[in-house]
């Protein structure tokens, strides 16, 4: 069978359990009340919504690379279909009944080492990053744990709008998929387009679902966190099953070209929060889409633009690796990044003290117009009353007492 077609039955597998596993899901949610209540920091707050949507996801994806990679060596994505299990069972308890950050916190390390040590999922070189490239066992576990860890917070931080992680979560599989593909690493290609055919299907009920609209919570974003983990690393150490050229392509810069929306807003967020001497998983209103959100007040705009922004440096990554190479365009993107990700914070800071006049100016008028009903309601009764005691003669020749007003 062509490979081109190996990935489209994977696409239309996923795609299919979670279409149909979807509605399902939100009726037993309904009738078993697993909501997620709204706060102040939620995307929606007028209605309760089911967050559950993680089960279909990992659902359609462990369904459909079960089916499509029947007769390819299933021991090469074993230990991410393990890793993903057990992120996907915390994620389910956190979602049902609550998980502590600090408890969250102890399985993501678990399972990173776990992934580290047991099954040898961790960085061998640097690829010239700070002008390293082999880098030592300890070194390594070190960096992949850090990397890990990283990833799936960063994830799991995004899911905070509608269409948001779902639709960065697209790119990130869709491109890992050509990539992997086009270096002959079909299995892990194969995984990828599984879970874009998940999330594909997920993004309709999120994002223009009525009846039917659903959240992934904890249950997707942590277990789609600890996947794209591994295929970073994964895409990192890949030994080409074909003769490819190309080999700069599998560097650091371009897996954070990839990565760099949820890698930007995660570092950014912990920065801010560690220097208002908070603890970095305290939640707040910094992110980048929130501050999106105080600007145009649509969740969907806001989302296409990081998805849009995603996407353009995923291109100036492979436009510009030949001619930077590896260890300049790495910090160039992250300088970068960190410069475009604070636009919406320093628009809002500009907009604040505009906002804050407008209001003073508000009350100043409301006062005002308050200060003339109060004399048109009180004095100009009073004086009304004058004229007419001045005015009126009564005329005590007619049958029925009248006053009569002279007009001047």
């Known amino acids: ?56 996801i990992f659902s359609g994806i462990f369904i459909s690379v079960l089916i499509t990679l029947t007769g390819f060596d299933i021991n090469k994505i074993d230990c991410l279909l393990l890793s993903s299990l057990i992120m996907f069972l915390m994620g389910l308890k956190d979602d049902t009944i609550g998980l502590s950050a600090k408890k969250k916190l102890i399985g993501q390390v678990f399972v990173a080492i776990f992934l580290v040590t047991v099954c040898q999922v961790r960085f061998t070189s640097l690829h010239g990053i700070l002008g390293i490239y082999e880098i030592n066992y300890a070194s390594s576990l070190v960096i992949s744990v850090i990397t890990m860890i990283g990833i799936i917070n960063a994830f799991n931080l995004i899911d905070g709008i509608d269409g948001l992680s779902t639709g960065i979560g697209t790119v990130i ?19 990828s387009f599984s ?13 223009f679902g009525t009846k039917n609209k659903i959240f992934m919570g904890d249950t997707g974003s942590l277990t789609l966190g600890v996947m794209f983990a591994i295929l970073t690393i994964w895409y990192n150490e890949i030994i080409p099953a074909n003769n490819s050229n190309n080999l700069i392509w599998t560097s650091p810069a371009i897996s954070l070209a990839i ?49 849009l922004g995603n996407l353009i440096f995923i291109a100036m990554a492979f436009g510009f690796i030949d001619i930077l190479g590896n260890n300049i365009l790495f910090f160039s993107l992250l300088i970068l990044g960190f410069s475009v990700a604070s636009i919406p914070a320093t628009i809002n800071l500009k907009m604040k003290p505009e906002e804050e006049m407008i209001k003073v100016t508000g009350n100043l008028e409301e006062s005002h117009l308050h200060l003339i009903k109060t004399i048109r309601f009180h004095d100009i009764p009073e004086q009304e009353e004058t004229e007419k005691e001045k005015n009126a003669v009564v005329s005590k020749n007619d049958h029925f007492p009248k006053v009569k007003i002279h007009s001047n």
């Open 1 to 56: 069978m062509p490979h081109s077609l190996y990935l489209l039955l994977s696409f239309a597998i996923s795609f299919a359990v979670v279409f149909f596993a979807v509605p399902k899901i939100i009726l037993v949610s309904n009738e078993k009340k697993l909501f997620d209540v709204p706060t102040h920091r939620s995307a929606n707050q007028k209605h309760i919504i089911p967050n559950l949507g993680g089960i279909a």
């Open 173 to 191: 599989s869709s491109v890992y998929g050509i990539l992997f593909l086009y270096f002959g690493q079909l299995e892990y290609a194969i995984l």
């Open 259 to 307: 990565m760099i929306v949820p890698v930007i807003d995660t570092i950014r967020v912990f920065t801010v929060r560690i220097s208002q001497k908070r603890s970095p998983f305290a939640p707040d209103m910094n992110h980048i889409h929130h501050q999106l959100i105080k600007i145009n007040k649509n969740h969907l705009h806001a989302s296409i633009i990081l998805i």
């Open 195 to 207: 879970i874009t055919g998940s999330l594909v299907a997920f993004f309709f009920f999120n994002v």
